[in-house]
């Protein structure tokens, strides 16, 4: 699953476009699976005790692009952050954020003195590649076993329907993840204050939808 988002609309615009083209190509059956998947997730919404407005951010070890090791509060120092967890390099709605993040956020953040990360599960070569889809140029971190995304409570994974229609379509999520399991985030934003409290929080369980730009500039101006 891949994505070429070119366009300078919304998440949502060029989801919509890419949506089309992915039905079409992978035909009615798995696309069944997919909306199943994330009418199963809406339902459920967002889970208990996930990250929210007022939380202090947690520190947790992660690993660069480059392997090297780290830790999140290293990482965005003293500064105010927006931090975005996503699923892997394998996801084309994970794709399409991040570029539009790097083209229309990354500069406005830079300006202000803001730091912009982005977390998965994945391996180093996995942020790696993120990092090449996306001609990134912010911090692309491995959370391995998902041990921030755990303490956020915002973990989840593929159904066994999904990951047989991914199978299908040649992957296998844990293929990607550094602990080799299907264990994923719920795609989310957090804007965070140089105290490292959690000023805004937005938590998507449909992974189709992100937060848009905008929003995450309205919450940032308001620190």
Partial sequence: MTSEATTTDSIASQ????????????????????????????????PAGAVARGDTL???????????????HEVIGDRPAVVVFYRGAWCPYCNITLKTYQRELLPQLTDRGIALVAVSPQTPEGSAQAVENGDLGFAVLSDPGNALVRQLGILTEPTADARAAHSQLGFDVADSNADSTGD????????????????????HVDYTTRTEVPRILQAVAAL
């Avoid at 089309?20 to 909306?35: C, Y």
């Fill in 58 to 72: 947690p520190d947790a070890p992660l690993v660069t692009a480059d392997g090297t090791s780290t830790t999140l």
């Fill in 15 to 46: 989801v919509a476009v890419f949506n089309e083209g992915f039905t079409a190509q992978i035909g009615p059956q798995l696309s069944g699976v997919f909306a199943d998947e994330q009418a199963r997730l809406n339902a459920a919404g967002t």
């Fill in 184 to 203: 994923i985030p719920f795609p989310t934003v957090l804007v965070v204050d140089a105290g490292r409290t959690v000023q805004f929080a937005d938590v």
